[in-house]
Structures are given as structure tokens and as C-alpha cells.
């Protein structure tokens, strides 16, 4: 599976992004489909995730009722809605697909193939 995520750019703190993560090869109705984002200095941290089959999602309580993850199976694309942004939303992106259980669905480790990140700035 190779993912290529677009979709970053810089925003006034307020606005709406929406990216986008294009997945080739075949994801299997197990998998989860991810967002990550890893600040400068910081780790990599876990935003929302997706169940490729029957879309059961998951978010960081950061994220909450701002942020919307979604997919389209049909285009093998997961998007991820960002409202609201905030100055420290500011992050490099990525996603990000597991063959992982849903108890270990927000821990990047558990996550096998990644996408290459796209970059977010939310300007205050």
C-alpha cells in the first residue's frame, strides 16, 4: 500500500483546511485509515482514524467536533476535514493504514504503511 497525502497550506487561525490521503494497492476492509501530526520538537501524535469497512471513527479529544474524518472507498481516499484551526494545530501531517485491531487504533506504532506528510500552518 503507498499513500500520498495533499492538502496542507497556511491558514488564518479560524479557517478550514481539508486534506487529502490517495491510497494505491489494495486495503482490505480490516484496515484502518489514519491522520497523525507531529509538531516541530515534538512526537508523533495521533488525530483520527477511520475503519476502512463501515467507517467507525475515532478522534483525539484535541480534534473534537473540529475536525471530521471521512473516506471514499470507491477513490481510496481519506479525508480529513479541519474547521476551527487553532495556532497549535500547526503541525506536519500524515496519514497513515494499519492492519491493527480497534484497541490499538490511535498508536502510530501499530500503523504499517505511511504516507510522506503535508504541511499545516494555522497563523494567529
Known amino acids: 500500500v503507498q499513500l500520498q497525502a495533499f492538502g496542507g497550506g497556511l491558514v488564518q487561525a479560524g479557517g478550514s483546511l481539508r486534506l487529502s490521503c490517495a491510497a494505491s494497492?489494495?486495503?482490505?476492509?480490516?484496515?484502518?485509515m489514519g491522520w497523525f501530526c507531529q509538531a516541530p520538537g515534538k512526537e508523533r501524535e495521533f488525530v483520527a482514524t477511520?475503519?476502512?469497512?463501515?467507517?467507525?471513527?475515532y478522534y483525539a479529544d484535541s480534534v473534537k467536533g473540529r475536525f471530521t474524518i471521512s473516506r471514499d472507498n470507491a477513490k481510496n481516499t481519506v479525508y480529513l476535514q479541519m474547521n476551527s484551526l487553532k495556532p497549535e494545530d500547526t503541525a506536519v501531517y500524515y496519514c497513515?493504514?494499519?492492519?491493527?485491531?480497534?484497541?490499538?487504533?490511535?498508536?502510530?506504532?501499530?500503523?504499517?504503511?505511511w504516507g510522506q506528510g503535508t504541511q499545516v500552518t494555522v497563523s494567529s
Open positions: 497513515a493504514a494499519s492492519r491493527t485491531i480497534t484497541s490499538w487504533a490511535r498508536e502510530a506504532t501499530a500503523y504499517n504503511y
Open positions: 494497492g489494495h486495503i482490505f476492509n480490516s484496515y484502518f
Open positions: 477511520v475503519r476502512w469497512s463501515g467507517g467507525t471513527t
